[in-house]
């Protein structure tokens, strides 16, 4: 199974970024879509989840109303726009496949991460 971020990159604040994540290696349908992310020092959190089908979403308190997850199930690629980026948005990000549940009772696969930069 493998999991590729892309989009990643250096944006001033106020700014927009398109993340995705193509899978492979797995049945993508099946399984429930979920963004992480780590700053310097800190801990991973959660950043916001998609259902099976693209149905429903949940998000982060700290990234509702500017971030939006999606998923193109015939491209096996889930996305995550992320609009009016603020300095503490900062962190490397990663995309993860969970188990058949909502909510995931687990993340069974990882993205190798890809650096957001935000600049003031």
């Known amino acids: 199974v493998q999991l590729v971020e892309s989009g990643g990159g250096l944006v001033q604040a106020g700014g927009s970024l398109r993340l995705s994540c193509a899978a492979s290696?797995?049945?993508?349908?099946?399984?429930?879509m979920g963004w992480f992310r780590q700053a310097p020092g800190k801990e991973r959190e959660f950043v916001g989840r998609?259902?099976?089908?693209?149905?429903?979403?949940y998000y982060a308190d700290s990234v509702k109303g500017r971030f939006t997850v999606s998923r193109d199930n015939a491209k096996n690629t889930v996305y995550l726009q992320m609009n009016s980026l603020k300095l503490e948005d900062t962190a490397v990000y990663y995309c993860?496949?969970?188990?058949?549940?909502?909510?995931?009772?687990?993340?069974?696969?990882w993205g190798q991460g890809t650096q957001v930069t935000v600049s003031s």
């Open positions: 993860a496949a969970g188990s058949t549940s909502w909510p995931p009772a687990r993340y069974d696969y």
């Open positions: 290696g797995l049945t993508f349908s099946l399984y429930v």
């Open positions: 998609i259902t099976w089908s693209g149905g429903v979403t």
